[in-house]
């Protein structure tokens, strides 16, 4: 495997579910994100983990709750979503902040119904 | 207050011509600057960047052009190509950050 890897890439939840999106890199990267894209928005920054430490959090509601037990695996864990949480879920890493690129995942689809 | 503006939300042009798509951004203390390039089902793919310290940079046949006094970049795509095909956002983010601010991205369409 190679770059940022996401699984599930797609997934319907009910509103009571609790359900986890999984990140995965293999770029030997320090830093890593999770980003949501909702239908005709930006992409918005959700978290931010360096060297395993939560160092950014954009006021997400705690429905939202993220997990980094490693420098190469990042986990969003999902409880009592709403439906306008439905979006693409992206996750990122980078080498570290500032000016470096970050290498984003395929993402997962998320529908809550 | 959206930070990062594209504000075309689409592009056509035909198979070797020149493609330019621009970004505006309000932030001053941005100073470096990044495209993306997304195909549907898949995640955005780093492009091209380019560091307030420098006006252009140039990578085959993509070129980014950066005017700080405007607060204006545009990226350059020539000849385009079919495969081109994809929406484009553009990002910025300032040395101490960590969020990319993101455009909303323009969509382009190369036609034969």
């Known amino acids: 495997e190679t770059g940022v890897t996401q699984t599930p890439r797609h997934l319907v939840m009910g509103m009571t579910n609790k359900k986890s999106l999984k990140c995965e890199q293999h770029l030997g990267h320090n830093a890593m994100y999770w980003y949501k894209q909702s239908a005709k928005k930006p992409l918005e920054l959700m978290f931010v983990y360096s060297l395993e430490e939560r160092v950014e959090n954009n006021s997400v509601p705690s429905r939202f709750s993220p997990e980094c037990p490693n420098s190469s695996h990042l986990f969003l864990h999902l409880h009592t979503l709403q439906p306008e949480d439905s979006a693409l879920y992206l996750c990122?890493?980078?080498?570290?902040?500032?000016?470096?690129?970050?290498?984003f995942g395929p993402g997962t689809r998320l529908t809550v119904t | 207050d959206q930070q990062v503006k594209q504000n075309s939300p689409s592009l056509s042009v035909q198979e070797g011509r020149i493609s330019i798509l621009n970004c505006d951004y309000t932030n001053s203390m941005f100073d470096y600057f990044l495209w993306y390039k997304k195909y549907p089902a898949e995640g955005p793919t780093f492009l091209i960047s380019i560091s307030s310290i420098k006006d252009k940079n140039e990578d085959g046949r993509f070129t980014v052009f950066l005017n700080k006094s405007a607060k204006h970049l545009s990226l350059h795509i020539v000849p385009s190509q079919p495969g081109d095909s994809a929406v484009y956002f553009c990002?910025?983010?300032?040395?101490?950050?960590?969020?990319?601010?993101f455009g909303k991205g323009t969509s382009l369409l190369v036609t034969p």
């Open positions: 990002a910025a983010i300032s040395n101490s950050g960590y969020a990319l601010n």
């Open positions: 990122a890493s980078s080498q570290g902040q500032g000016r470096y690129e970050q290498y």
